[in-house]
């Protein structure tokens, strides 16, 4: 059985850091990429990027490029997003979910599949000072 | 860019209803759109990828259809369970909602 397992809430202080870890099982993690989404309170869903488990290639949403870096460890099978200089309105819930939506060798769609099906519980992030 | 636009943002009905949700794309996006389902202080649940299939698990009276800028979701006859939040995504971006809610 697929599962995604994230790390635990966190606080942080407006200019800090946070990195979310997202450790997956039951699948081979080099053959499908990881998308990371988030939700701010009350709000919808805002998908942040993507990151593909064979290479590391990597794709992000316009409004986060720059502050959010996407890794991945295959020795542990485990995904991560480290988002920096964080601000108020990066308060939210954060998800990652297996995507089918990429291909993982060159980014582009992959005509074959699409959708995030299998997705971790989420991990809180809270900015405040 | 491409923006997906969802209608109704709330859709108010009853149990055993036939509910109808759209989502519009900017641009032609062929049929790589996804549906979700939401509930309150869960993950997300896919339901529909590539515009019309069902994913695992996913009960047959849920229904996608559609290409390039218009999409449907339908669901035959609500259960009192199908009450939740649903979103449609192309690869990447999401739209903003739909509120399905008991009448």
């Known amino acids: 059985q697929v599962h995604l397992v994230q790390s635990g809430a966190e606080v942080k202080k407006p200019g800090a850091s946070v990195k979310v870890s997202c450790k997956t099982s039951g699948y081979t993690f080099t053959s499908n990429g990881i998308s990371w989404v988030r939700q701010a309170p009350g709000e919808g869903l805002e998908w942040m990027g993507w990151?593909?488990?064979?290479?590391?290639?990597?794709k992000y949403e316009q409004k986060v490029q720059g502050r959010v870096t996407m890794t991945t460890d295959k020795a542990t099978n485990t995904a991560y997003i480290e988002v920096r200089s964080l601000r108020s309105d990066d308060t939210a819930v954060y998800y990652c979910?297996?995507?089918?939506?990429?291909?993982?060798?060159?980014?582009?769609?992959?005509?074959?599949?699409?959708?995030?099906?299998?997705w971790g519980q989420g991990t809180t992030i809270m900015v405040s000072s | 860019e491409i923006v997906l636009t969802q209608s109704p943002a709330t859709l108010s009905l009853s149990p055993g209803e036939r509910a109808t949700l759209s989502c519009r794309a900017s641009?032609?996006?062929?049929?790589?759109l996804a549906w979700y389902q939401q509930k309150p202080g869960q993950a997300p649940r896919l339901l529909i990828y590539d515009a019309s299939n069902r994913a695992t698990g996913i009960p047959a009276r849920f229904s996608g259809s559609g290409s390039e800028t218009d999409f449907t979701l339908t669901i035959s006859s609500l259960e009192p369970e199908d009450f939740a939040v649903y979103y449609c995504q192309q690869r990447g971006s999401f739209g903003q909602g739909t509120k399905l809610e008991i009448k």
């Open positions: 641009q032609s996006i062929s049929r790589y």
């Open positions: 990151i593909s488990g064979y290479n590391g290639l990597t």
């Open positions: 979910a297996r995507d089918w939506g990429y291909d993982i060798l060159t980014g582009n769609i992959n005509r074959g599949r699409g959708g995030l099906d299998v």
